[in-house]
């Protein structure tokens, strides 16, 4: 019964920030790595960036020094900073978890339903 819910995702100028959230809820035993991936219209989804459970992170090149992924281990949520966002940001975002969700299980990736996020030139 573990899902990912993601929120934050909205219409902004050129410019703007957001700020994006995923909370994983349900079974969960452990969380490894968490990250977020987007998929704008008419392209493949591709990975925006990545977090381990000890907190490394790494990025796509495009959103280098604009955005920042960090995660709440407490609340079992992954976060995106998105600051000074362009047009080519524009995608619909998703969240996933490598989630082990009981001690008997393996764990696996979990996804999102994503969130849209909009930016206007």
């Known amino acids: 019964q573990v899902q990912l819910v993601e929120s934050g995702g909205g219409l902004v100028q050129a410019g703007g920030s957001l700020r994006l959230s995923c909370a994983a809820s349900?079974?969960?035993?452990?969380?490894?790595?968490m990250g977020w991936y987007r998929q704008a219209q008419g392209k493949q989804r591709e990975l925006v960036a990545h977090?381990?459970?000890?907190?490394?992170?790494n990025y796509a090149d495009s959103v280098k020094g604009r955005f920042t992924i960090s995660r709440d281990n407490a609340k079992n949520t992954v976060y995106l900073q998105m600051n000074s966002l362009k047009p080519e940001d524009t995608a619909v975002y998703y969240c996933?978890?490598?989630?082990?969700?009981?001690?008997?299980?393996?764990?696996?990736?979990?996804w999102g339903k994503g969130t849209l996020v909009t930016v206007s030139p």
């Open positions: 349900g079974s969960i035993f452990r969380i490894n790595n």
């Open positions: 996933y978890a490598d989630i082990r969700a009981t001690l008997a299980m393996r764990s696996m990736d979990y």
């Open positions: 977090i381990t459970s000890g907190g490394s992170t």
